[in-house]
């Protein structure tokens, strides 16, 4: 299994940073793409931010020069430094990885960490 831990969520203004980080433990082989999602109060999850294990990224649109991915493969861990935070940033955010733990790749979830972006 794989156990996924956030953290760094908060209340921030708007114009300000946050860093989240999420590591994941457990009994996987290797660690494919790690990402994150945000979920906002009455919105569909959505991508905020993908790498590879390669380093490759993809940002959506509404992030992209202002949120940045990365991750340490010796710690199994993935960041993402969001500034010039604004309101509408404001949702659950939360990390998914893909692991192998036999042959075939599975996503898992964090549990979510709730960003609050004041005006």
């Known amino acids: 299994q794989v156990q996924l831990m956030e953290s760094g969520g908060g209340l921030v203004q708007a114009g300000g940073s946050l860093r989240l980080s999420c590591a994941a433990s457990?009994?996987?082989?290797?660690?494919?793409?790690m990402g994150w999602y945000r979920q906002a109060p009455g919105q569909q999850r959505e991508l905020v931010a993908t790498?590879?294990?390669?380093?490759?990224?993809n940002y959506a649109d509404s992030v992209r020069g202002r949120f940045f991915v990365s991750r340490d493969n010796a710690k199994n861990t993935v960041y993402l430094q969001m500034d010039s935070l604004k309101p509408e940033d404001t949702a659950i955010y939360y990390c998914?990885?893909?692991?192998?733990?036999?042959?075939?790749?599975?996503?898992?979830w964090g549990q979510g960490t709730q960003v609050t972006v004041a005006s």
């Open positions: 457990g009994s996987f082989r290797k660690i494919n793409d």
């Open positions: 998914t990885v893909y692991a192998v733990l036999a042959i075939l790749q599975n996503p898992y």
């Open positions: 790498i590879t294990s390669g380093g490759n990224t």
